[in-house]
């Protein structure tokens, strides 16, 4: 096959009308087939069967997306009993699928553009509405995202790939069927390692692999709006045909930390890549994770799907629970029923949707508009190719951008830091830029600025569960107290009630803060001598226990002297010159 532009079929009364915009300038050729939808009932329930993953065995190729509701009651949690001397324990088998939406800015099959929160219905092409004699006509961008995420995961990218039609009926999916990747994905094979944080103080970071069974490209559905208030269901197709790369990942994963930690090594990859912008709050990233248990050395429990979750913290707590939840159940002789749950945010908990001891039936069959995706690499390019008409993989492979991973080990060598320490700076949204803004204006040493930006600053955002971007106190701000500091200008207690004062959004610097309040450190060695001798003289006692060698004497003194100069003392000058006094 080969690729052509999109507005080629302008003239076809059987192609979209619309005009693309660069994203699918240049698409894949589809036959000139009408096909026709016969006219249906539109159910608004949905039953949803899927695929669920077995460590070592093979796993559903596609997730599975027909979509009903169901009202069951929660089912409460109940503390399970540690085991027995002699009993076995449990093991957690976690495997997921992801959902990422491709940055594009049309979508997968069409022109229409792609927009959050756009007016409901403003962005329907005709083909994304089902209208008959429509075609799909391939987007480029999305083919370059899928390849591009499956070189950065270490997948094997299958030079032909085919798309397929997965059956199934639901309102805000038109054409009752959506185009995927059922038998011959783009990608397959590959890896993604990520780190826990581990030992008693969550100090050490220990890497961890799991394999990614496929790549694939499909189509979103619409969504749905249901009104219960007025008993009816409205339907916005703004979303109908956005496309996706679904991220299969192999069931090696044990517990809901590890899924997460997963999640978020891919989110920040995507983001890195910019093939997703991945943001789960719109979205643009979503889960379903495939959770069973059993004794090691027995066969592997019956699995439960926990769909569309949308927040990491979310997919923790979920996949946590839901593994207690097994837990429990099979203690207390009950038994584990193959279903799909969703997961309560309020309540924390997993609720059951519906079984899925019979298997849905999608009819897969390859989609009679899309001939096969061919791609190629240096060794197989045609000569006199268009590289407007064709997708070259090694050239997207040197277009690769640098890596979280790779990122990680630069701050550790050009800094110095700790490696979780750089974990954290990647893993906070925004974190990393606030603190290489820091350093490009302060004359403060890396590891200084390291730990004010990783405790202070971000345990301040913590507490008031703020985001980077929402901080009152600016990179420059924060590069002024540290110069501050670093210049012996004020003490360190004296910086804290800075960065204090700078939290309050007076729009004041850490210079003005320092001459109202009076904390600059006291600069005159004679003055502070003085004091120094003073103090000695009141407190005999303590003077002799320093002379005895008691360590803590020495720190009270220091205590007594900063005191008496409101903490604008340096501690370091004071201990000198109580040292040369006592020596005398």
Same mark, same amino acid.
């Not at 924390?348 to 899309?370: A, H, I, V, W």
């Given at each position: 096959?080969?690729?052509?532009?999109?507005?080629?079929?302008?003239?076809?009364?059987?192609?979209?009308?619309?005009?693309?915009?660069?994203?699918?300038?240049?698409?894949?050729?589809?036959?000139?087939?009408?096909?026709?939808?016969?006219?249906?009932?539109?159910?608004?329930?949905?039953?949803?069967?899927?695929?669920?993953?077995?460590?070592?065995?093979?796993?559903?190729?596609?997730?599975?997306?027909?979509?009903?509701?169901?009202?069951?009651?929660?089912?409460?949690?109940?503390?399970?009993?540690?085991?027995?001397?002699?009993?076995?324990?449990?093991?957690?088998?976690?495997?997921?699928?992801?959902?990422?939406?491709?940055?594009? /800015?049309?979508?997968?099959?069409?022109?229409?553009?792609?927009?959050?929160?756009?007016?409901? !219905?403003?962005?329907?092409?005709?083909?994304?509405?089902?209208?008959?004699?429509?075609?799909?006509?391939?987007?480029?961008?999305?083919?370059?995202?899928?390849? *591009?995420?499956?070189?950065?995961?270490?997948?094997?990218?299958?030079?032909?790939?085919?798309?397929?039609?997965?059956?199934?009926?639901?309102?805000?999916?038109?054409?009752?069927?959506?185009?995927?990747?059922?038998?011959?994905?783009?990608?397959?094979?590959?890896? +993604?390692?990520?780190?826990?944080?581990? #030992?008693?103080?969550?100090?050490?970071?220990?890497?961890?692999?799991?394999?990614?069974?496929?790549?694939?490209?499909?189509?979103?559905?619409?969504?749905?709006?249901?009104?219960?208030?007025?008993?009816?269901?409205?339907?916005?197709?703004?979303?109908?045909?956005? #496309? +996706?790369?679904?991220?299969?990942?192999?069931?090696?994963?044990?517990?809901?930390?590890?899924?997460?930690?997963?999640? %978020?090594?891919?989110?920040?990859? +995507?983001?890195?890549?910019?093939?997703?912008?991945?943001?789960?709050?719109?979205?643009?990233?979503?889960?379903?994770?495939?959770?069973?248990?059993?004794?090691?050395?027995?066969?592997?429990?019956?699995?439960?799907?926990?769909?569309?979750? !949308?927040?990491?913290?979310?997919?923790?707590?979920?996949?946590?629970?839901?593994?207690?939840?097994?837990? $429990?159940?099979?203690?207390?002789?009950?038994?584990?029923? /193959?279903?799909?749950?969703?997961?309560?945010?309020?309540?924390?908990?997993?609720?059951? *949707?519906?079984?899925?001891? #019979?298997?849905?039936?999608?009819?897969?069959?390859?989609?009679?508009?899309?001939?096969?995706?061919?791609?190629?690499?240096?060794?197989?390019?045609?000569?006199?190719?268009?590289?407007?008409?064709?997708?070259?993989?090694?050239?997207?492979?040197?277009?690769?951008?640098?890596?979280?991973?790779?990122?990680?080990?630069?701050?550790?060598?050009?800094?110095?830091?700790?490696?979780?320490?750089?974990?954290?700076?990647? $893993?906070?949204?925004?974190?990393?830029?606030?603190?290489?803004?820091?350093?490009?204006?302060?004359?403060?040493?890396?590891?200084?600025?390291?730990?004010?930006?990783?405790?202070?600053?971000?345990?301040? +955002?913590?507490?008031?569960?703020?985001?980077?971007?929402?901080?009152?106190?600016?990179?420059?701000?924060?590069?002024?107290?540290?110069?501050?500091?670093?210049?012996?200008?004020?003490?360190?207690?004296?910086?804290?009630?800075?960065?204090?004062?700078?939290?309050?959004?007076?729009?004041?610097?850490?210079?003005?803060?320092?001459?109202?309040?009076?904390?600059?450190?006291?600069?005159?060695?004679?003055?502070?001598?003085?004091?120094?001798?003073?103090?000695?003289?009141?407190?005999?006692?303590?003077?002799?226990?320093?002379?005895?060698?008691?360590?803590?004497?020495?720190?009270?003194?220091?205590?007594?002297?900063?005191?008496?100069?409101?903490? %604008?003392?340096?501690?370091? *000058?004071?201990?000198?010159?109580?040292?040369?006094?006592?020596?005398?």
């Amino acid at each position: 096959m080969h690729f052509r532009n999109y507005a080629s079929q302008g003239a076809s009364r059987h192609s979209e009308a619309e005009s693309p915009d660069q994203d699918s300038g240049v698409t894949m050729a589809a036959p000139m087939l009408r096909w026709g939808c016969r006219g249906r009932r539109w159910a608004f329930a949905r039953v949803d069967g899927g695929s669920c993953h077995r460590r070592g065995a093979p796993t559903g190729s596609t997730s599975n997306r027909i979509r009903g509701q169901s009202s069951v009651a929660q089912q409460p949690l109940h503390t399970a009993q540690k085991p027995r001397k002699g009993e076995h324990k449990w093991a957690a088998v976690v495997g997921l699928e992801i959902h990422a939406q491709i940055s594009s /800015n049309s979508k997968l099959f069409s022109g229409s553009q792609v927009r959050f929160s756009a007016p409901p !219905n403003s962005l329907v092409s005709f083909f994304d509405a089902s209208l008959p004699g429509t075609l799909p006509v391939l987007n480029r961008r999305c083919v370059e995202a899928a390849v *591009m995420t499956g070189l950065a995961l270490n997948c094997h990218i299958n030079k032909k790939s085919l798309f397929d039609r997965k059956h199934y009926f639901y309102a805000d999916l038109p054409a009752g069927y959506q185009i995927t990747q059922q038998r011959l994905p783009i990608a397959v094979n590959g890896s +993604l390692i990520y780190g826990v944080c581990a #030992g008693k103080k969550q100090s050490q970071v220990i890497p961890k692999m799991v394999r990614i069974k496929q790549i694939q490209l499909e189509q979103d559905s619409g969504k749905s709006l249901h009104d219960d208030l007025r008993s009816q269901t409205l339907i916005d197709l703004n979303r109908a045909g956005v #496309g +996706l790369l679904e991220v299969v990942l192999e069931p090696d994963m044990s517990c809901g930390e590890e899924a997460a930690t997963a999640v %978020r090594e891919l989110q920040l990859i +995507l983001q890195a890549l910019g093939t997703s912008q991945a943001n789960m709050a719109e979205g643009q990233l979503r889960v379903d994770a495939n959770i069973s248990v059993h004794h090691p050395g027995e066969p592997l429990g019956v699995r439960t799907e926990v769909k569309n979750l !949308n927040s990491i913290r979310f997919l923790a707590k979920a996949i946590d629970y839901e593994i207690q939840r097994q837990i $429990n159940e099979l203690e207390n002789g009950g038994e584990i029923l /193959n279903e799909t749950r969703s997961f309560h945010q309020k309540l924390g908990c997993t609720m059951s *949707m519906r079984d899925k001891e #019979g298997k849905q039936d999608y009819r897969f069959m390859p989609e009679p508009n899309l001939p096969p995706l061919v791609l190629y690499d240096a060794t197989s390019l045609p000569a006199g190719a268009d590289p407007q008409q064709v997708i070259n993989i090694d050239q997207i492979r040197e277009t690769l951008p640098e890596l979280p991973s790779v990122t990680r080990e630069k701050l550790v060598q050009q800094y110095g830091m700790l490696l979780e320490h750089s974990f954290t700076l990647l $893993n906070e949204v925004g974190l990393l830029e606030f603190f290489q803004n820091v350093i490009k204006e302060t004359r403060a040493e890396p590891k200084k600025v390291t730990s004010w930006v990783l405790n202070t600053f971000l345990g301040y +955002l913590k507490q008031q569960n703020l985001a980077v971007s929402e901080s009152p106190v600016t990179p420059s701000a924060l590069a002024e107290l540290l110069d501050l500091l670093d210049s012996r200008t004020i003490s360190s207690s004296a910086a804290k009630q800075v960065f204090k004062e700078l939290w309050k959004r007076e729009g004041k610097t850490p210079g003005q803060i320092v001459s109202e309040k009076q904390l600059e450190l006291m600069q005159d060695q004679g003055a502070l001598e003085q004091l120094c001798h003073s103090v000695m003289e009141a407190h005999p006692q303590v003077v002799m226990d320093v002379k005895k060698g008691n360590p803590r004497a020495v720190n009270k003194l220091i205590g007594l002297v900063r005191k008496a100069t409101q903490s %604008r003392a340096d501690p370091v *000058m004071i201990k000198e010159i109580l040292e040369k006094k006592m020596s005398l």
